[in-house]
């Protein structure tokens, strides 16, 4: 009965599973994208392109923030699938505990310091003194609210290490329909600007983080914590640390390059920034697919990794790519031929036509490196899951240094067009890392694991 709401990964079709598995979170994240996507078009169009601007120049520097508190929450969520697929409940429900005081811990911390940080850094960030005010007023709310933002991610990142990646889109879904209708009122009603957007953006997240908390209480006995469970280990802490703060490290060093690269597009005008921001938006969309493919390739990698059955890990991962391959052509041919039509959900043509025209240069551009991104996602979440988070760690370095490279040597060789290639490179710098190390690594565990499996036998 306690495991009867969990999905075990390590039995079956890995095709069969790694679809029945993505398939409710590519909702999930295509409701969220959809959600941010009304928060976009209301910003756009009812407070103009200049706001619209304001809340797209804290992208990188909400990256470099959020994307740390993230990869901590993915990374306390590896050593709970590794427990599940080892059948060891007592291990994991020490895991469970260490991961929630760990990353309350760190969400405060990082909330509070973030939230004090937020000015300076927009002004290292060359933000156009035009919409300064705007965008710490965006950012700030943000920041403060970076509990409510872990809170749902430990959370469904629990459920997920136990096969359940249902329950976290239900409360994804009824958050993005608060957070539409929230976006609605403050902005258009209560007059609050850009603030509103980040006003209903934190409750939503508090409403989904509590939804899979009442979820994890009721419906999941395996993880009611005894006095047992709940004792504190430094020992632990510290090996869940160290898988954890290496993969948000590893979010924020990916997005130092993307500061880097947000710095370059400011000094190209509100225009430029604007343009970014919605063809941002709608590469974010498209790219829903990999999300979800690599949450699923971390959580299979990782309970496989548990049940020693590396095997099953390479068959995952050719699922993975084989449905990821067929997606990203796709999606490039729906952007080539719809791409205005797109962009003009956010934007006003005929008044914007400028940044109109660089917005899709943007996504056209990107679009077409998108297998190199499928890759970057699934390779790099099979990484994490198998527990070799410093690996993947590396692997936005790479990323960092295509981006700030960009940054430096093309964005002022090429202006605009120069800043479009900045994604591609990282991701293609990437993947020329991630492919030889992900081999590497099962080389060795087949050369360590097998022989220790046919001795048992």
Known sequence: MARA????????????????????????????????????????????????????????????VIGLCLGFCSGFSIPIAQDFGAQDEAGMRRSVWHAIVLSAVCSVVFGAAATALCRPLLRLMNTPEEILDASASYISIIFAAIPCCVLYNMASG??????????????????????????????????????????????????????????????????????????????????????????GLQFSITAIGSVVVQWSVNGLGVNAVAAVSAAGKLSAFFACVFDALASTMATFAGQNMGARKLDRVDEGLKAAAILGCVYCVAAFAVVLLFVRQLLGLFIDSQAEAEVMDMGAQFLRINAAFYIPLLFVNIVRLSIQGMGYTRIAMLAGLFEMVARTAVALLLVPALGFTGACFANPAAWVMADAFLIPCYRHIMNTLHLRVLPTIEEKQ
């Open 5 to 64: 709401m969990t999905k075990d990964l390590t039995n079956g079709s890995p095709m069969k599973l790694v679809v029945s598995f993505a398939a409710p979170l590519l909702f999930g994240v295509l409701f969220q994208q959809f959600y941010s996507f009304v928060d976009t078009a209301i910003v756009g169009r009812y407070l103009g392109a200049a706001k619209l601007a304001a809340v797209g120049a804290t992208g990188s520097v909400n990256f470099l």
């Open 158 to 247: 629990i459920l997920r290490a136990l096969g359940d990646s249902k329950t976290p889109v239900v409360f994804l879904v009824l958050a993005s329909l608060v957070n539409i209708a929230l976006d609605l009122i403050f902005i258009i009603f209560c007059n609050m600007d850009v603030a509103g957007a980040a006003v209903a953006t934190a409750i939503s997240q508090l409403v989904s983080g509590v939804g899979c908390v009442m979820v994890m209480v009721r419906r999941f006995p395996m993880l009611h914590l005894g006095r047992e469970d709940r004792r504190f280990s430094m020992d632990k802490a510290r090996k869940m640390l160290g898988i954890g703060l290496p993969m």
